[in-house]
Nanobody, 119 residues
Framework: VQLQASGGGLVQAGGSLRLSCAASGRTFSMYDQGWFRQAPGREREFVSVIRWSTGSTYYADSVKGRFTISRDNAKNTVYLQMNSLKPEDTAVYYC?????????????WGQGTLVTVSS
């Protein structure tokens, strides 16, 4: 499975961006799909996940109410709509997917897309 993240860029505080994560290859072997981010000098952190089986979504407290994760199964693509962006959202955003349904670990990772929010 290959994951290709895109949609990052430079935006002013309060603005919006939509990230995309297109999957290719053995996509039938993917389960939950999520987004993570890593800011300069900080560890990578969880942002959001969409469950493979139910479509349920979960968010980090820091983005809840501002970010929305969704998927288009026909296009094998997961999206992260980011609204009301803040400078602290600046980070490289990575999409990821699990290879095992009940695993806590993500096995497939995209290359990352940079989001920069100016104040």
């Amino acid at each position: 499975v290959q994951l290709q993240a895109s949609g990052g860029g430079l935006v002013q505080a309060g603005g919006s961006l939509r990230l995309s994560c297109a999957a290719s290859g053995r996509t039938f072997s993917m389960y939950d799909q999520g987004w993570f981010r890593q800011a300069p000098g900080r560890e990578r952190e969880f942002v959001s996940v969409i469950r493979w089986s139910t479509g349920s979504t979960y968010y980090a407290d820091s983005v809840k109410g501002r970010f929305t994760i969704s998927r288009d199964n026909a296009k094998n693509t997961v999206y992260l709509q980011m609204n009301s962006l803040k400078p602290e959202d600046t980070a490289v955003y990575y999409c990821a997917a699990k290879a095992r349904q009940y695993s806590t670990e993500y096995d497939y990772w995209g290359q990352g897309t940079l989001v920069t929010v100016s104040s």
